[in-house]
Structure formats: structure tokens, C-alpha cells
């Protein structure tokens, strides 16, 4: 299918530049890579440079439309439209303020500004003097993930996936960076986890812990007779219940047999009669 059809299918059919630019970015992912080797199809591939040029040029892109279009999930979409961006070399740039804004988290960018340059100095100080000026921190990512653990420190909720979308990345890679941050920068991110000792707890603990006696004789002054009356009182009920069933059951046993039922008499065999009768017969 030819990406003006998909993007007449998509409503940008009037916007020339648009779809040049999509037919463009077509071209040079087929001579960078085969897209049928992520799993992705002619179709699939001609939505992803449609939004991939639509974002170069700040132009509305109906996303869950192209996402039905090209016939995937949107996860699935959304990895391969991140894969396909990094092939082509296209960096998304990600401003703390604007991603604040963006996920209601405004009193956190400071927090964010914070963590970032903590990491970028801890990070380096790791590495040797060889590989420091190799290191780049203008991803997406590591903006993505100060702010993802940020938002998780101050218990503000932010859609993962989402954020993920946004920065143009992999899961895995947003994993890893987020791993390598919350070890470095455990300090400015990290969430302790005090497990409180058994014997600290305090509430009813010591209800459980105190023998009855004792807790009787604290609380009412209960004696033993007391107990012991108590406990006779205790199985009298029990066999005053054990009789009353007792009854019951036997009293249903006794009761006669409703109208239009025959009653079942069980008779007796007496062979000795039986044997009398016929020697008198023979005899």
C-alpha cells in the first residue's frame, strides 16, 4: 500500500509535505535495515515514517488510528516505532519542565534536576579517565528514568509505559538506566525498607503473650474455683445439648410413617416349627 493512500486512510492526505517527507524516511529505513526482521510489514512500516515525519514537522498525528491501521498492539507499536527512530538517528529531545507538566508532577523538577547531576558526576568519577569523554547524558532516557524515580520517591503515580513512549526507548534500556541510578544515586532516590523487629511491634502483642491465668487474675481477680466452676458449668451446657439431640433423634425414629406408605415389618424365620411339623407328617 503507497503512504498516500495510508495517509488519506489517516486524514493527512491534503499535507504534500507530509507525505514526501513520510516517502523519504521510507526510503532511507530500507537502505539502512529489513524491517521484516523486527516484525514489521510494508503496511506497519509506512504508518511509523507517517508519524515519524508528522513529529518533524509538529504536525497532529492520530495515534490510535495508525496504531489500528498498521494492524499491531500498541506496545508492539510503540517498540517498533522507538526501534525505527534510532535507527534512522533521530534523538527526541526531553525537557524536565515540559514532562512535568505533561504528567502533573510540577513539584518534582527541582528533585529531577538534582538526581541528574549527582548521576552525571558519580557516573563519571566510576569510570576511567580513558572513557569519560565518551559519556553521553543527552538521552531521553536518563531524563526519563531521574523523573520515573523521582515521581515513585515522592509517591506520585506516572504511566511507565507512557514515559517510555514519550522518551523514544526501549524497556530494557529504561530498566537498565533506572537500575544504574537508583545504585549511584540510592541516597537522593531510594526508598528504604525498615522491617520492624516482632518484639518492637506494639498493639495486642502482649495479650497473646500473657498466660490466661495470669490475665484473669490481673483483670477480674478469678480464683481457681472460679475456674473450676466455670468449667463444670461449661459441660453441664454441653450435655443439657447433647441430650436435647439425643431426643430428637429418637423421636424421629418412633414417629409413624406418613398416609399411603406401607410400614416394613421385618419377620423372623424359625426353622425348629418348620422341622416339627414335618416329622408329624411322616410319622
Known sequence: MDISDIAKKLGLSNNKLLVRKAAEIRRFCDVQFDSSIIGVGEICKAVICLEIAASRLEV?????????????????????????????????????????????????????????????????????????????????VFTAAAFYLCAKKQKLKVDKLRLIEVCGTSESEFSCVSTSMMDLCFDCVGISKEKKDAKEVKGNRELLDVLPEKRRLEDGGYSSDDEASCYKRHKKMEEAKYEDWKSTVVKSIKEKPEKGTKKVIQTSLNFSKKAETKELQVD
Not at 491501521?69 to 517498540?79: F, H, P
Request: charged share 25%.
Open 60 to 140: 497532529i498525528f492520530d495515534r490510535q488510528g495508525a496504531i489500528k491501521l498498521s494492524g499491531m498492539s500498541e506496545k508492539a507499536y510503540s517498540r517498533s516505532f522507538n526501534s525505527f527512530q534510532n535507527v534512522i538517528g533521530i534523538k527526541v529531545k526531553l525537557n524536565v519542565k515540559e514532562l512535568a507538566v505533561q504528567f502533573g508532577c510540577v513539584r518534582i523538577i527541582k528533585s529531577v534536576q538534582n538526581v541528574l547531576s549527582s548521576y552525571k558526576e558519580r557516573f563519571l568519577a566510576s569510570l576511567p579517565a580513558s572513557r569519560r569523554a565518551n559519556a553521553d547524558f543527552t538521552r531521553p
